[in-house]
């Protein structure tokens, strides 16, 4: 007993029972490890967020260069230049409509020394095409800028887009007409050379074509390919000619016609000075949805401040139309044969607020710009109502108006094309659409490669089917 008290006395634990002895020991052991390393936890955790930190910083240099801006933790994208891989079509197919002869064996102007001259009058309202191929042309000399959303590449595997620089809207308006002892307009001979030759490209059979842009501005143009290459995201004027198996808004790209009409530089006009309230001058009898320009002709014709006259290009059309829309308030912007007309753009150009009567319009950079800003939409069974127009345009005060003159000249910077293109112009304004098409195209490739197996890693990929639309024969 004397031991034992001993014992106790000089601070040994006596456990009586051996497993309490145990779960003691173990208690004391784990508390104490946990103590120790309760703090290194933390130096380990510190170290990670500082080498996090630094990747980000060391990394920001590359970022900024591809676009993207820091913010904190978070890398945010401010403009993403993209990369398009264009096929060098013979001069056929685009600058040899235009008369152009190659010099060597390029098949390219050098457009450091002579750019080819696109036809004018109602040619450039569809001329997309020329200022979009001669912008990707100049990129290979500007580089990457702080106003270009599009650079051109010679690898496709780094390209985020194909695109096909085939003169569609030219071809038709030059080649369509059957000459003499014809069968085949050349129109006609050119786009089945197109389709031949996109289906042998093996950039066309490794998507089905879905990565591919093909311009199609002109209604009419394109119009016996279209069916063979509708996978491909179109450039289009509308849809008002195309079944949405083949042309749609979630697949293809609107883009602006190019404006006929004078720009109005130095405008310093105000409401009180533009004396005619609502103007219309074009062709007033059409088919299809442009029925509603007889109807309005016949409602307006007899009121005062409006002018609603027949009109073309010919015999200084251009010149009358400039004068007139210079001096209106409001332009009349009405569905003809397709649901669009480059009237539009002459009003933006001529800061005269759009009145738009077109139920089926689509708009380009809808996506970014509020065209409620600018323009006054109105129904066609509205428009077509007793006073129901006049009365709404009328209705409209000196105060909103300015407000609409103002953003007009705001946006049309917008809708000018420019060679060398320029901030936020038409065709970086295009580009920029394409952009936005790059994941949903994507999606598609990905998910066309699901069911995609290899035999052998020697042997290209099968290319990836697509469906065909139950409507599309």
Known sequence: MAERSSSSSLGIFHCRNTLFCWFTATSFLFLLSWLFLLPSTGRFRLGLSSSLSNRIVSNAGISNQMGI??????????????????????????????????????????????????????????????????????????????SRFALRVHNSSEADVIF??????????????????????????????????????????????????????????????????????????????????????????????????????????????????????????RKDGGVVRQELFYLLRDEKDVHFTFGSIQHGGVNNASEGMHSSKFCLNIAGDTPSSNRLFDAIASHCVPVIISDAIELPFEDVIDYTEFCIFVRTSD??????????????????????????????????????????????MIWQTVSHKVPSINLKLH?????????????????????????FW
């Not at 000196?398 to 060398?420: A, G, I, S």
Request: hydrophobic share 35%.
């Open 69 to 146: 801006i820091g913010k904190g933790d978070w890398c945010v994208r401010e403009k993403q230049v993209l990369r398009v891989f264009m096929y060098d079509l013979p001069p056929e197919f685009h600058f040899g409509i235009l008369d152009w002869k190659p010099e060597g064996s390029s098949v390219w102007p050098d457009i450091r020394k002579n750019v080819p001259m696109y036809p004018g009058g109602l040619n450039l309202q569809h001329s997309i095409e020329y200022w979009l191929t001669l912008d990707l042309l100049f990129s290979e000399y500007s580089g990457v800028t702080k």
């Open 164 to 285: 096909v620089p085939f003169f569609s809207s030219l071809s038709f308006n030059r080649f369509s007409r059957l000459r003499k002892q014809e069968r085949s307009s050349q129109d006609k001979l050119i786009q089945d050379k197109l389709v031949k030759y996109l289906e042998g490209q093996e950039e066309w059979k490794k998507s089905g074509g879905v990565d591919h842009i093909i311009m199609a501005h002109h209604p009419n143009s394109l119009l016996y390919a279209r069916n063979q290459l509708w996978p491909a995201a179109f450039i289009l004027s509308d849809f008002g000619r195309y079944p949405p198996s083949i042309a749609n808004v979630l697949k293809d790209v609107i883009a602006p016609y190019r404006h006929v009409i004078k720009s109005f530089d130095n405008d310093t006009s105000t409401f009180d000075s533009r004396p005619i309230l609502l103007y219309f001058q074009g062709a007033i009898y």
């Open 383 to 428: 428009a077509v109502k007793e006073k129901y127009l006049i009365n709404l345009i009328r209705g409209i005060g000196r105060e909103e108006w300015t407000r609409m003159w103002n953003k007009l000249q705001e946006v049309e910077k917008h809708f000018e094309f420019r060679y060398p293109s320029g901030d936020d112009d038409a065709v970086q």
């Open 447 to 471: 998910r066309s490669r699901r069911y995609s197996r290899r035999k052998d890693t020697s042997v290209a990929r099968t290319p990836p089917q697509f469906m065909v639309p139950h409507n």
